[in-house]
């Protein structure tokens, strides 16, 4: 009988931990903004992102696929430096992610912990991001910022025209 009621206890405690594993998280969760909590390049002591270092990058996810990616930085000034990184598009169905028009990501490149915390991995860096609650002024401060990083056409001949003759 105890022999039973162990077998049984196991297989129910097997169950909810696979039950745990499996549950999804909708889609939807990923919209809004990003920091990254921490980066970990492979062999390399882990980098805590925030006051302590400094240093920090973020991203939205727009409800229309709208994209944005920075870093972020605290000078020693203590002022903010945002640095642009790109803008564009992103995709994000049934747990299959792309940003930026590039190829589908691996699961395991990026996966939905739960609606707060997202994993990812790029390249041999391994980074954790937290969903945060920023006023929208400076959501939308960072997304113009990297809508801009990139210098129209006319105004990059301008500038060679003029500051790089």
Not at 122 to 129: G, L, P, Q, S, V
Request: hydrophobic fraction near 40%; include cysteine; aromatic fraction near 10%.
């Amino acid at each position: 009988m105890k022999k039973a009621l162990l077998v049984m206890a196991v297989a129910l405690m097997s169950a909810v931990q696979l039950s745990a594993q499996t549950t999804k998280v909708a889609d939807k969760e990923l919209i809004g903004a990003w920091m990254m909590e921490s980066m970990q390049f492979e062999g390399e002591k882990k980098v805590v992102c925030g006051k302590e270092s400094g240093y920090g990058q973020f991203k939205y996810y727009g409800a229309d696929g709208e994209y944005a990616c920075a870093e972020l930085v605290l000078s020693k000034e203590g002022k903010i430096v945002v640095m642009p990184h790109e803008y564009g598009t992103y995709t994000f169905k049934n747990g299959v992610y792309s940003e930026m028009g590039r190829p589908a990501v691996k699961p395991d490149e990026m996966m939905l912990v739960d609606a707060t915390t997202f994993k990812g991995r790029w390249m041999n860096r391994h980074d954790i991001w937290k969903k945060v609650a920023l006023p929208d002024k400076v959501v939308q401060y960072i997304v113009n910022c990297c809508k801009y990083r990139d210098v129209p056409a006319d105004i990059q001949q301008s500038i060679k025209q003029s500051l790089f003759k």
